[in-house]
């Protein structure tokens, strides 16, 4: 069963940029996808559709059997954890403690699961050595990492992550993947980085002009015969 459905997706900018032109596809539990296109193409504003960051100007986006609308963000945002492209926009507590358990800790769980989930997220992106540290002291790729613990701190069923090996060295980046390779849940990638999309997504869905130009196997868009 599918747990992404998006039903002829458009969307305008208050400015009159037709973003998104009629996008539909779905996603089955335990896939992982990437979505690729140039600058422009829409990539960013599809992914805000998916816990509803932005409200469709036309067409629908369904998580499980929820419709993704105001009433129902706070389930659908249990549901898909969102890394966002820029860590600063996800990042906004003193310490990097506070800003991993401030999702737990709005679930209400207990002090004791609150402080096991925010080791154990901050442990799997490899910054524990970090959690009493303000977040606007940090590099790019901590920040980046810590911004990543903060949705991995909710036991997401979908991550959604937005351009995640931005600024990382090749060993964060190498950690990265390896800690995504075992994420079993669905995963949803926007990415530049094609080794990345080779080694990790079994589909890609390429954007072009606010339009799915391309669904289909990894290996088979990237045209790659070995
Ligand atoms: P991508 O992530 O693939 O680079 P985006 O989703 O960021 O693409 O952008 C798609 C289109 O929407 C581009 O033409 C971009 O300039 C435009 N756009 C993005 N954000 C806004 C905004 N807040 N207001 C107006 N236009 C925007
Ligand atoms: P269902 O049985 O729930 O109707 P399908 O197996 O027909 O689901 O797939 C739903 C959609 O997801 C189809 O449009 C299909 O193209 C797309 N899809 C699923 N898996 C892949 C994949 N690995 N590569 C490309 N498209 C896929």
């Known amino acids: 069963h599918h747990i992404v459905e998006v039903r002829d997706l458009c969307h305008c900018y208050p ?17 992982s996808v990437a979505v690729v296109g140039a600058n422009g193409a829409g990539k960013s504003t599809l992914l805000l559709h998916l816990n509803g960051y932005l409200a469709p100007t036309r067409g629908d986006v369904r998580v499980g059997d929820t419709p993704v609308v105001r009433t129902t963000l706070p389930e659908v945002r249990r549901t898909v954890g969102m890394v966002f492209q820029d860590p600063d926009d996800q ?15 709005n679930l209400g769980l207990p002090p004791a699961e609150v ?40 036991s997401p069923d979908i991550l959604v992550l937005d351009e995640p ?61 070995e």
């Open 165 to 225: 090996t931005t600024g990382l060295d090749p060993y964060a980046r190498r950690q990265l993947m390896g800690l995504l390779r075992d994420f079993s849940h669905t995963k949803i990638i926007t990415s530049h980085d094609l080794d990345m999309v080779m080694d990790l997504c079994e589909r890609t869905i390429v954007l072009r002009g606010g339009k799915v130009a391309a669904d289909g196997p990894t290996r088979e868009i990237f045209g790659n015969d």
């Open 15 to 31: 400015d009159g940029t037709e973003a998104l032109r009629g996008i539909s596809f779905r996603i089955h539990h335990g896939e």
């Open 115 to 154: 402080e096991r989930r925010v080791t154990d997220a901050l442990e799997r992106v490899g910054v524990a050595h970090l959690r009493d540290k303000p977040p606007y002291r940090l590099s790019g790729g901590e920040k980046r990492r810590v911004a990543i613990a903060t949705v991995l701190s909710m």
């Open 91 to 105: 990042l906004f507590m003193p310490t990097v403690f506070d800003d991993v358990a401030f999702g737990p800790l």
